[in-house]
T-cell receptor, first 114, second 113 residues
Framework: KNQVEQSPQSLIILEGKNCTLQ??????????LRWYKQDTGRGPVSLTI?????NTKSNGRYTATLDADTKQSSLHITASQLSDSASYIC?????????????FGKGTHLIIQP | DTGVSQDPRHKITKRGQNVTFRCDPI?????LYWYRQTLGQGPEFLTY????????KSRLLSDRFSAERPKGSFSTLEIQRTEQGDSAMYLC???????????FGPGTRLTVL
């Protein structure tokens, strides 16, 4: 069964600090891995999408890494801001196009404290 | 705003009532998806349209759920005889089909009393 596990479940850090969120997956065959940011009560917003051949991708202060051999990904947030407080969801696609081929993690709930 | 829109944003209903949600995708996106998300969980796939054709349905979509996209533009999701277990955020997403990215709407939060 395809699974995406995220850790930690929740994280509290001080504003300005860096943090790293983890995603391990057992999805096969692998097509792509996505990180989404979801503010409370809102829909998810895409941060990065990585395919098999990409092992790092940045979007501003967000940097995602992918190790397709160990089936692990991380999302690193640099110089955190209060607006980074949200849930971060890792999503892995096994089909490259079909709608039912997405496996969602439960998310990491990040709180940035002033 | 040219993003995905959903209406209503919040719905409170009594058990046994029917509810209908609407999703307007990004213009010219031919793919439209419905998901359900409960507290502390990631979204779960419900159904998928390519233009007006409903191509995939999850086993989560019981007989009480029906979705339509009659003209290949907006979509509706109807839940009949609502149950308390239907309480969740219902998310709609659309994509152009060119790349894998899906763009999500703000969601409709359903509370069944």
């Amino acid at each position: 069964k395809n699974q995406v596990e995220q850790s930690p479940q929740s994280l509290i850090i001080l504003e300005g600090k860096n943090c790293t969120l983890q995603c391990n997956y057992t999805v096969s065959p692998f097509s792509n891995l996505r990180w989404y940011k979801q503010d409370t009560g809102r829909g998810p917003v895409s941060l990065t999408i990585m395919t098999f051949s990409e092992n790092t991708k940045s979007n501003g202060r967000y940097t995602a890494t992918l190790d397709a051999d160990t089936k692990q990904s991380s999302l690193h947030i640099t110089a955190s801001q209060l607006s980074d407080s949200a849930s971060y969801i890792c999503v892995v696609s096994d089909s490259g196009g079909g709608a039912d081929g997405l496996t969602f993690g439960k998310g990491t709930h990040l709180i940035i404290q002033p | 705003d040219t993003g995905v829109s959903q209406d209503p944003r919040h719905k409170i209903t009594k058990r046994g009532q029917n509810v209908t949600f609407r999703c307007d995708p990004i213009s010219e996106h031919n793919r439209l998806y419905w998901y359900r998300q409960t507290l502390g969980q990631g979204p779960e796939f419900l159904t998928y349209f390519q233009n007006e054709a409903q191509l995939e349905k999850s086993r989560l979509l019981s007989d009480r759920f029906s979705a339509e996209r009659p003209k290949g533009s907006f979509s509706t999701l109807e839940i009949q005889r609502t149950e308390q277990g239907d309480s969740a955020m219902y998310l709609c997403a659309s994509s152009s089909g060119v790349g894998p990215e899906q763009f999500f709407g703000p969601g409709t939060r359903l509370t069944v009393l």
